[in-house]
C-alpha cells in the first residue's frame, strides 16, 4: 500500500525545487488551474447563449444537446503549449491523450505533462454497480477489485486521476448522493474508502495500470441539512471528528493521493476556503502529502456562500487556506498574479501549492511516461474478465428484502414481467456511469432471456405517472408469477438529485397493489439510487428484491438470485425509513433522554412505527444461519469476539456476521450500538465454522467536550448477529 511519506522523497523534492526555480510564475499558476476540453464555435450562437436558453426552459435539454453536438472542440493546446494549464478534466481518449501529452511535455517551455482526470466513480466503460450498492457486499475485496478494473481502463484511455472514491458518510436518503459512497456508517465507510484507494492505486502510481485517486468531498458533504444537495452543514466538531472525519483518515493512511473539498460551507465556513481542513486537520494533523482540488466551480460559489468580497478574493482565501487546484472556475488563473504583485498572496503560497501538484505527477512517473499504449484500449475495455467481474460484483449487492417462500424461482412457471424499468438498459448504468452505454447492460427482460426463460413482458407503469391498468391485467392474467421492476430512475439520484418524497415515483404503488388485488403472487425488483420509504410495495409483495443500479451486468446479476443460481448475500449499508419523513434515518443514533417506546413521552413520531422498513445491516439469505457460543475476551488491543456460526438450511451461503458495541455510561451520551467488526464466512448446509472478530480498543474512544480523544474505562455491552438488530450477546469491562 501507498504511504503518504512517499509523495515527497528527498530526490523528487529536488527534482521539484530545480523546476520550481525555472519556472515563470504564469507557469506555476498554470499547474494549479484545471479546465476541461471546451465546445465552442458554434454557428449562429454561443455554447453560453445556448446554455442560458437551456437553463431558462427556451429550449429542452435534447434541443441542447443536439445543438451543442455542432460544436467543435476546443482542446486548448495553445493554453497547453504557454504552459498556463496543467490538468484537465474530462479529457480521455488513448490518442487524444497523448497528443495533449506530447504538446505539454515536448512543445512547452519546462515540459511539465498533464494530469489527466474524470469521475470514475464505480467503473469507466464496464460499469459496476453504484457504489451504495457495492457496499452491501460488505466485500473489500471486491470494492478493491472493482476499483482496480475502473483504474486500468481509465489507464487505457489516457487518464491518470480519478474524482472518487466518494467516502462521505449519508444518513439522509433524500440525498442523492448518497447513491456514491458506501452508506451511514463510519467503521464499513472506512473500510471501503481504503479498499477503494487501494484499488484505483495499487502498490504503486508510477505502474501504468494505476490512477491517482482522490477522496471527496472534505468533509461532511452527506449532512447538507435536510438532504438538500450542496445545503449548510451545520454540526459539533465532535461529530465531525467521530462521524464524517474517519474515511477520510483512512483514505489518508491508505495513501491517497488527492482529497477534493466539498462545495459546502461547515458552521458557515466555505469547505474550498477553510484552513482548519486543510492545513490543520489534513497535513498537520494527518500527515497528508498530496495534492488537494477544489470541485467544479466551487471557488467561483464562494461568492454565493458571501464570504469573499470578489473573485479575486476568493483565490486569494483558497489558495492561502491550502486549496492547491482550482477545478474549473479560473480564479486562480485570472488573479493569483495579480494578488503575487500587489503583495496578498506571497510566492511561497504558490510555490507550496505547485509542489504538492507536481509531487503527484512524479509520484504518477508522468516525467518518465506520460504516454499511454494506443493499442491497450480495445484490449480491456469492456473485455470478459471484466463483465464477469461485474456479474460477481452486481451478484453480492443485491439485498433481499422480503421472501414468504416464492424465491426461489423455477424457470418452467408462467412468469409475467412488467415495469417501465424491466427493460431499460441504459436505467442499469446508475448515477455517474463514467463512459458506460446503455447498449453495453444487461437489462432484466435480456437477462431473461440468457437464462433461458419464458415469460411475457410489457411495461405497464411508467416512472413518471402512466399506468395501463388494462395492458397490465391483460399481461399478468395467466401468469403464475409476477415479476415488478420498479424504481427511480437513475437522473433522479446523484449530484443535484434530491428528493423530499422518497416513495416510488408515479403510479408504481398502484401497479404492484393491482397485482396484489388480482391474487398474483408478486416478486418485486427494486431499482434505485437510495433507500426508499416503500412500506405498501413491501406490503403488496411475496418477495422484494433490493437490486439498486447494477451496472452493464444487472439483468444476469439479478435473474442468478431470483433463480437460485447465487444465494443472496448483501447486508443494507443504509436504512430504509417508512416514510420520508423520518429522515434523516440512522441506527446508530444517541438513545436520548426518552428513548423511542410505546409510551408517549417518548421520542418517536406518532403517525410511523418505532422501527424503520428495514435496519442497517439488513438482508435475508435463502438459508438461514444460527449463532452459538459466543464469548468475548477483553485483550490489550481491545476485544475479541468469538461466534459459532452454522449454516442451517439447505443452501450453501455467505453470511456477513456484525459485532456491535455499546457504551454503557461515558462524559458523553454514546450511540445505542455501533458497527465495530465483522466478518465474512461461507458455510455449506449444516456447515458450522468459528469466527474470532476484533474490536479495536481505539475504536472505543470518543471525542469529549474540549475534543480530546479519550477512552473511558467501564462496561460495554456486545451484539453479535446477523443484521443492525443483532441481539445483546454479552458485556465486558474494559480498563
Ligand atoms: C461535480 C461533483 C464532483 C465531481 C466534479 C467533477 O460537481 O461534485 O463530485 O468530481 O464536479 O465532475
Same mark, same amino acid.
Given at each position: 500500500?501507498?504511504?503518504?511519506?512517499?509523495?515527497?522523497?528527498?530526490?523528487?523534492?529536488?527534482? #521539484?525545487?530545480?523546476?520550481?526555480?525555472?519556472?515563470?510564475?504564469?507557469?506555476?499558476?498554470?499547474?494549479?488551474?484545471?479546465?476541461?476540453?471546451?465546445?465552442?464555435?458554434?454557428?449562429?450562437?454561443?455554447?453560453?447563449?445556448?446554455?442560458?436558453?437551456?437553463?431558462?426552459?427556451?429550449?429542452?435539454?435534447?434541443?441542447?444537446?443536439?445543438?451543442?453536438?455542432?460544436?467543435? /472542440?476546443?482542446?486548448?493546446?495553445?493554453? /497547453?503549449?504557454?504552459?498556463?494549464?496543467?490538468?484537465?478534466?474530462?479529457?480521455?481518449?488513448?490518442?487524444?491523450?497523448?497528443?495533449?501529452?506530447?504538446?505539454?511535455?515536448?512543445?512547452?517551455?519546462?515540459?511539465?505533462?498533464?494530469?489527466?482526470?474524470?469521475?470514475?466513480?464505480?467503473? +469507466?466503460?464496464?460499469?459496476?454497480?453504484?457504489?451504495?450498492?457495492?457496499?452491501?457486499?460488505?466485500?473489500?475485496?471486491?470494492?478493491?477489485?472493482?476499483?482496480?478494473?475502473?483504474?486500468?481502463?481509465?489507464?487505457?484511455?489516457?487518464?491518470?486521476?480519478?474524482?472518487?472514491?466518494?467516502?462521505?458518510?449519508?444518513?439522509?436518503?433524500?440525498?442523492?448522493?448518497?447513491?456514491?459512497?458506501?452508506?451511514?456508517?463510519?467503521?464499513?465507510?472506512?473500510?471501503?474508502?481504503?479498499?477503494?484507494?487501494?484499488?484505483?492505486?495499487?502498490?504503486?502510481?508510477?505502474?501504468?495500470?494505476?490512477?491517482?485517486?482522490?477522496?471527496?468531498?472534505?468533509?461532511?458533504?452527506?449532512?447538507?441539512?435536510?438532504?438538500? %444537495?450542496?445545503?449548510?452543514?451545520?454540526?459539533?466538531?465532535?461529530?465531525?471528528?467521530?462521524?464524517?472525519?474517519?474515511?477520510?483518515?483512512?483514505?489518508?493512511?491508505?495513501?491517497?493521493?488527492?482529497?477534493?473539498?466539498?462545495?459546502?460551507?461547515?458552521?458557515?465556513?466555505?469547505?474550498?476556503?477553510?484552513?482548519?481542513?486543510? $492545513?490543520?486537520?489534513?497535513?498537520?494533523?494527518?500527515?497528508?502529502?498530496?495534492?488537494?482540488?477544489?470541485?467544479?466551480?466551487?471557488?467561483?460559489?464562494?461568492?454565493?456562500?458571501?464570504?469573499?468580497?470578489?473573485?479575486? %478574493?476568493?483565490?486569494?482565501?483558497?489558495?492561502?487556506?491550502?486549496?492547491?487546484?482550482?477545478?474549473?472556475?479560473?480564479?486562480?488563473?485570472?488573479?493569483?498574479?495579480?494578488?503575487?504583485?500587489?503583495?496578498?498572496?506571497?510566492?511561497?503560497?504558490?510555490?507550496?501549492?505547485?509542489?504538492?501538484?507536481?509531487?503527484?505527477?512524479?509520484?504518477?512517473?508522468?516525467?518518465?511516461?506520460?504516454?499511454?499504449?494506443?493499442?491497450?484500449?480495445? $484490449?480491456?475495455?469492456?473485455?470478459?474478465?471484466?463483465?464477469? +467481474?461485474?456479474?460477481?460484483?452486481?451478484?453480492?449487492?443485491?439485498?433481499? +428484502?422480503?421472501?414468504?417462500? /416464492?424465491?426461489?424461482?423455477?424457470?418452467?412457471?408462467?412468469?409475467?414481467?412488467?415495469?417501465?424499468?424491466?427493460?431499460?438498459?441504459?436505467?442499469?448504468?446508475?448515477?455517474?456511469?463514467?463512459?458506460?452505454?446503455?447498449?453495453?447492460?444487461?437489462?432484466?427482460?435480456?437477462?431473461?432471456?440468457?437464462?433461458?426463460?419464458?415469460?411475457?413482458?410489457?411495461?405497464?407503469?411508467?416512472?413518471?405517472?402512466?399506468?395501463?391498468?388494462?395492458?397490465?391485467?391483460?399481461?399478468?392474467?395467466?401468469?403464475?408469477?409476477? #415479476?415488478?421492476?420498479?424504481?427511480?430512475?437513475?437522473?433522479?439520484?446523484?449530484? @443535484?438529485?434530491?428528493?423530499?418524497?422518497?416513495?416510488?415515483?408515479?403510479?408504481?404503488?398502484?401497479?404492484?397493489?393491482?397485482?396484489?388485488?388480482?391474487?398474483?403472487?408478486?416478486?418485486?425488483?427494486?431499482?434505485?439510487?437510495?433507500?426508499?420509504?416503500?412500506?405498501?410495495?413491501?406490503?403488496?409483495? %411475496?418477495?422484494?428484491?433490493?437490486?439498486?443500479?447494477?451496472?452493464?451486468?444487472?439483468?444476469?446479476?439479478?435473474?442468478?438470485?431470483?433463480?437460485?443460481?447465487?444465494?443472496?448475500?448483501?447486508?443494507?449499508?443504509?436504512?430504509?425509513?417508512?416514510?420520508?419523513?423520518?429522515?434523516?434515518?440512522?441506527?446508530?443514533?444517541?438513545?436520548?433522554?426518552?428513548?423511542?417506546?410505546?409510551?408517549?413521552?417518548?421520542?418517536?413520531?406518532?403517525?410511523?412505527?418505532?422501527?424503520?422498513?428495514?435496519?442497517?445491516?439488513?438482508?435475508?439469505?435463502?438459508?438461514?444461519?444460527?449463532?452459538?457460543?459466543?464469548?468475548?475476551?477483553?485483550?490489550?488491543?481491545?476485544?475479541?469476539?468469538?461466534?459459532?456460526?452454522?449454516?442451517?438450511? @439447505?443452501?450453501?451461503?455467505?453470511?456477513?456476521?456484525?459485532?456491535?458495541?455499546?457504551?454503557?455510561?461515558?462524559?458523553?451520551?454514546?450511540? /445505542?450500538?455501533?458497527?465495530?467488526?465483522?466478518?465474512?464466512?461461507?458455510?455449506?448446509?449444516?456447515?458450522?465454522?468459528?469466527?474470532?472478530?476484533?474490536?479495536?480498543?481505539?475504536?472505543?474512544?470518543?471525542?469529549?467536550?474540549?475534543?480530546?480523544?479519550?477512552?473511558?474505562?467501564?462496561?460495554?455491552?456486545?451484539?453479535?448477529?446477523?443484521?443492525?438488530?443483532?441481539?445483546?450477546?454479552?458485556?465486558?469491562?474494559?480498563?
Amino acid at each position: 500500500m501507498i504511504s503518504q511519506k512517499q509523495y515527497c522523497n528527498e530526490e523528487v523534492s529536488r527534482k #521539484i525545487d530545480e523546476l520550481l526555480s525555472q519556472m515563470t510564475v504564469d507557469e506555476k499558476i498554470g499547474q494549479l488551474h484545471q479546465l476541461g476540453p471546451s465546445p465552442v464555435g458554434g454557428f449562429e450562437i454561443s455554447l453560453d447563449e445556448l446554455k442560458k436558453m437551456l437553463d431558462a426552459g427556451a429550449i429542452t435539454q435534447k434541443e441542447y444537446e443536439q445543438s451543442a453536438r455542432g460544436f467543435k /472542440v476546443d482542446e486548448r493546446e495553445d493554453e /497547453v503549449r504557454a504552459g498556463t494549464i496543467g490538468s484537465f478534466l474530462g479529457l480521455y481518449g488513448a490518442e487524444k491523450c497523448n497528443r495533449m501529452q506530447k504538446v505539454a511535455v515536448e512543445e512547452s517551455r519546462l515540459g511539465i505533462p498533464l494530469l489527466l482526470g474524470f469521475d470514475v466513480i464505480h467503473g +469507466l466503460r464496464t460499469v459496476f454497480p453504484i457504489p451504495l450498492a457495492e457496499s452491501c457486499s460488505w466485500d473489500m475485496e471486491m470494492a478493491e477489485k472493482t476499483a482496480a478494473v475502473a483504474a486500468k481502463e481509465s489507464a487505457a484511455v489516457g487518464l491518470n486521476w480519478t474524482f472518487a472514491p466518494m467516502v462521505d458518510i449519508a444518513r439522509d436518503a433524500r440525498w442523492g448522493r448518497i447513491a456514491e459512497g458506501a452508506g451511514e456508517d463510519t467503521y464499513l465507510g472506512s473500510r471501503f474508502a481504503e479498499a477503494r484507494v487501494k484499488g484505483f492505486q495499487g502498490e504503486s502510481l508510477a505502474d501504468p495500470e494505476n490512477i491517482a485517486a482522490c477522496a471527496k468531498h472534505f468533509v461532511a458533504y452527506g449532512a447538507a441539512i435536510g438532504g438538500r %444537495d450542496y445545503n449548510t452543514v451545520d454540526m459539533s466538531l465532535q461529530t465531525l471528528y467521530e462521524t464524517y472525519l474517519p474515511p477520510f483518515k483512512a483514505a489518508t493512511d491508505a495513501g491517497v493521493a488527492t482529497f477534493m473539498g466539498a462545495f459546502n460551507d461547515l458552521n458557515g465556513v466555505p469547505c474550498s476556503t477553510n484552513p482548519f481542513l486543510y $492545513k490543520t486537520i489534513l497535513r498537520k494533523d494527518w500527515g497528508f502529502n498530496g495534492m488537494v482540488v477544489s470541485d467544479s466551480m466551487a471557488l467561483q460559489n464562494c461568492l454565493d456562500h458571501a464570504t469573499v468580497a470578489d473573485r479575486a %478574493d476568493v483565490a486569494r482565501q483558497a489558495l492561502q487556506a491550502g486549496m492547491d487546484m482550482d477545478m474549473h472556475s479560473t480564479c486562480y488563473h485570472d488573479f493569483l498574479k495579480e494578488l503575487l504583485e500587489n503583495g496578498q498572496i506571497s510566492m511561497e503560497d504558490i510555490d507550496t501549492a505547485v509542489t504538492n501538484v507536481l509531487r503527484i505527477k512524479f509520484a504518477l512517473g508522468l516525467f518518465e511516461n506520460p504516454y499511454t499504449d494506443e493499442f491497450l484500449a480495445d $484490449k480491456v475495455i469492456l473485455c470478459d474478465e471484466h463483465r464477469a +467481474l461485474a456479474r460477481e460484483s452486481a451478484k453480492k449487492s443485491i439485498v433481499l +428484502l422480503k421472501n414468504n417462500g /416464492v424465491l426461489p424461482l423455477k424457470k418452467d412457471v408462467k412468469i409475467a414481467v412488467v415495469g417501465a424499468l424491466a427493460d431499460n438498459a441504459e436505467e442499469m448504468l446508475g448515477t455517474w456511469e463514467g463512459i458506460g452505454r446503455g447498449e453495453d447492460c444487461i437489462s432484466v427482460t435480456a437477462g431473461l432471456q440468457n437464462a433461458g426463460v419464458q415469460f411475457k413482458f410489457a411495461p405497464c407503469c411508467s416512472l413518471d405517472g402512466a399506468f395501463d391498468e388494462a395492458e397490465l391485467s391483460a399481461t399478468i392474467k395467466d401468469a403464475d408469477i409476477v #415479476i415488478a421492476c420498479v424504481g427511480e430512475s437513475k437522473e433522479d439520484s446523484g449530484e @443535484a438529485s434530491a428528493r423530499c418524497d422518497i416513495t416510488l415515483p408515479g403510479r408504481q404503488d398502484e401497479m404492484l397493489a393491482a397485482i396484489r388485488a388480482q391474487g398474483k403472487k408478486l416478486v418485486t425488483v427494486l431499482f434505485n439510487g437510495r433507500p426508499l420509504a416503500i412500506p405498501e410495495a413491501v406490503e403488496n409483495s %411475496d418477495a422484494v428484491v433490493e437490486a439498486w443500479h447494477l451496472g452493464v451486468e444487472a439483468g444476469n446479476a439479478v435473474c442468478d438470485v431470483l433463480f437460485g443460481d447465487y444465494n443472496p448475500s448483501a447486508r443494507l449499508t443504509t436504512t430504509f425509513p417508512n416514510h420520508s419523513g423520518e429522515c434523516p434515518t440512522y441506527y446508530n443514533h444517541l438513545p436520548t433522554g426518552k428513548p423511542a417506546a410505546e409510551m408517549k413521552y417518548t421520542s418517536k413520531y406518532i403517525d410511523a412505527p418505532l422501527v424503520p422498513l428495514f435496519p442497517f445491516g439488513y438482508g435475508l439469505s435463502y438459508t438461514e444461519y444460527a449463532y452459538s457460543g459466543l464469548s468475548a475476551n477483553v485483550t490489550e488491543n481491545g476485544i475479541d469476539v468469538t461466534v459459532t456460526v452454522k449454516n442451517v438450511g @439447505a443452501v450453501d451461503g455467505e453470511e456477513t456476521v456484525q459485532v456491535y458495541v455499546h457504551d454503557v455510561l461515558a462524559s458523553r451520551s454514546r450511540p /445505542v450500538r455501533e458497527l465495530k467488526a465483522f466478518g465474512k464466512v461461507f458455510l455449506k448446509a449444516g456447515e458450522e465454522k468459528q469466527i474470532t472478530l476484533s474490536v479495536a480498543r481505539k475504536d472505543l474512544e470518543f471525542y469529549d467536550m474540549q475534543l480530546n480523544r479519550i477512552f473511558e474505562a467501564g462496561d460495554f455491552e456486545i451484539f453479535v448477529g446477523h443484521d443492525g438488530t443483532a441481539p445483546l450477546s454479552g458485556e465486558v469491562a474494559v480498563e
